[in-house]
């Protein structure tokens, strides 16, 4: 019998102002919302590794902030993916690798590596950087992610490079990037929605969010897990979209 994946639901983040008095309590101390923030929905990307170089402790102190079977997914730094030639990130690689986030122990997710919009696809170099991205760490199993967004990249060869590392292509909803719906990694789909609107209280209006919760529970039948982040679009909306979604989630 097939074992049924996790489904897990977030947001892009914990530190933006204007959920102060909309999503987190008036009053509410900053120091507290990580804490707050993990106990309203089921994971959260971070967005601090993509634009610095994080602590063993500051993985520590999230660990230890936030409730049992909690998830954090890492956004690679910048640094690496956002280059002339990918695979001139090989030195600098372990800066990221040794920072400590094994820390976060099991509560430690896929790590999302998003590439700039105009990077195009050049099948040599996109393939030396993923070789770069090592299977485990201190034995730790690590799951990678990849977010393109330029259209070059639809092409079999992209997601045959995928399925032979086990990376699985993010799933975007976005208007300006193009869609990549294949699913390139053996056991886990992510996912990333930018179309929250304004004029929607939970961001995505019901049908659709009845859409998304659809296709997650089919996935996690199926025995992936599945990792979906409401992320920027109107960001205001993010936190109620991944409530009404968690609510909709055997």
């Known amino acids: 019998m097939q074992n049924r994946g996790s489904i897990r639901v977030g947001i892009g983040g914990w530190v933006f102002p204007p959920w102060r ?12 919302e990580l804490a707050y ?14 634009y610095r170089t994080q602590t063993p402790a500051s993985f520590k102190k999230w660990r230890d902030e936030t409730p049992d079977n909690f998830v954090f997914s890492l956004k690679g730094p910048r640094f690496l993916t956002h280059r002339g030639e990918l695979a001139s990130a090989e030195p600098y690689m372990p800066r990221f690798f ?8 099991d509560k430690l997710g896929p ?5 700039a919009p105009s990077q195009e696809f ?5 393939a030396a950087f993923v070789a770069l991205l090592p299977r485990d760490l201190a034995g730790r199993p690590l799951r990678h992610v990849v977010e393109v967004r330029h259209a ?9 490079l995928l399925r032979e590392r086990g990376i699985a292509a993010a799933q975007v909803d976005d208007a300006k990037y193009p869609a990549f719906e294949e699913l390139t990694a053996p056991g ?28 997650l529970e089919g996935w996690a039948g199926e025995g992936r897990d599945c990792f979906l982040y409401f992320i920027n679009g109107a960001k205001v909306r993010a936190p109620a979209a991944a409530q009404a979604l968690i609510s909709r989630l055997g």
Do not use: H, M
């Open 188 to 215: 886990f789909a992510y996912l990333r929605l930018r179309r929250c609107s304004d004029k929607e209280e939970t961001g995505y209006s019901a049908a659709a969010l009845d859409a998304w919760a659809q296709r």
């Open 21 to 32: 008095g909309a999503f987190y309590p008036k009053g509410l101390r900053q120091a507290a």
């Open 152 to 160: 070059s990249f639809r092409t079999p060869q992209f997601f045959d």
């Open 111 to 115: 790590i999302l590596w998003q590439f």
């Open 37 to 50: 923030a993990s106990r309203q929905v089921t994971a959260i990307e971070i967005n601090g590794t993509f």
């Open 98 to 105: 040794d920072s400590g986030f094994l820390e976060l122990g």
């Open 122 to 126: 050049d099948a040599a170099d996109f």
